[in-house]
């Protein structure tokens, strides 16, 4: 898989995702990926003082990324 269609994949993970953040107050925006392997993230909104947020990245967030992109590796918050 192509670099840019690794970003479509984590996009299209992203757009599936982001009604459950919305109806909470909160969303997601995609800041990088590395090396193909490493997501960076950005939780917006009422997700960034969320004290699941962590929980919110791990079980739903990189799940669902890994599932349209297996060979992502991690997925990580940033600020």
């Not at 009422?46 to 599932?67: D, F, P, W, Y």
Request: aromatic residues 2%.
């Amino acid at each position: 898989m192509s670099s840019e269609e690794l970003k479509k994949n984590v996009e299209k993970a992203l757009e599936e995702i982001r009604p459950f953040l919305e109806s909470d107050g909160g969303d997601i925006s995609l800041v990088e990926i590395e090396d193909d392997k490493l997501v960076k993230v950005q939780l917006l909104g009422a997700c960034t003082n969320c004290t699941v947020n962590q929980m919110t990245l791990q079980s739903g967030v990189e799940m669902t990324i890994k599932k349209y992109a297996p060979q992502i590796e991690r997925v990580i918050n940033v600020n």
